[in-house]
């Protein structure tokens, strides 16, 4: 069972830096897109960065200049380098995978069960 596991969130003070992690499990011949989205309370959810497999990157304007999308592709695995953290930042964060081949199967729109970043004001 291919699933996607978030680590790397937490409490950060203004200003300050935290890296996320997203692990693709199981036996994994290729994944195509990989990004981050986030959720605020009350708010929808909204994308952060996006990697392609080529390793294409696009952000969300709000985050250009602090935030980095990088991924390790044969350990299956995105990152999100988050720098200069602001209280606007506070969200659950979500990987997500438009497309995942298996040895036997395509897997499409894959999520992770999301990873809390608090930053107080």
């Known amino acids: 069972q291919v699933q996607l596991v978030e680590s790397g969130g937490g409490l950060v003070r203004p200003g300050g830096s935290l890296r996320l992690s997203c692990a693709a499990s199981?036996?994994?011949?290729?994944?195509?897109?990989m990004d981050w989205y986030r959720q605020a309370p009350g708010n929808e959810r909204e994308l952060v960065a996006t990697?392609?497999?080529?390793?294409?990157?696009r952000y969300k304007d709000s985050v250009k200049g602090r935030f980095v999308i990088s991924r390790d592709y044969r350990e299956h695995t995105v990152y999100l380098q988050m720098n200069s953290l602001s209280p606007d930042d506070t969200a659950v964060y979500y990987c997500?995978?438009?497309?995942?081949?298996?040895?036997?199967?395509?897997?499409?729109?894959?999520w992770g069960q999301g990873t809390q970043v608090t930053v107080p004001s």
């Open positions: 997500h995978a438009d497309e995942i081949r298996t040895s036997r199967t395509t897997i499409y729109h894959l």
């Open positions: 199981g036996t994994i011949a290729s994944i195509n897109v």
């Open positions: 990697i392609t497999g080529s390793g294409t990157t």
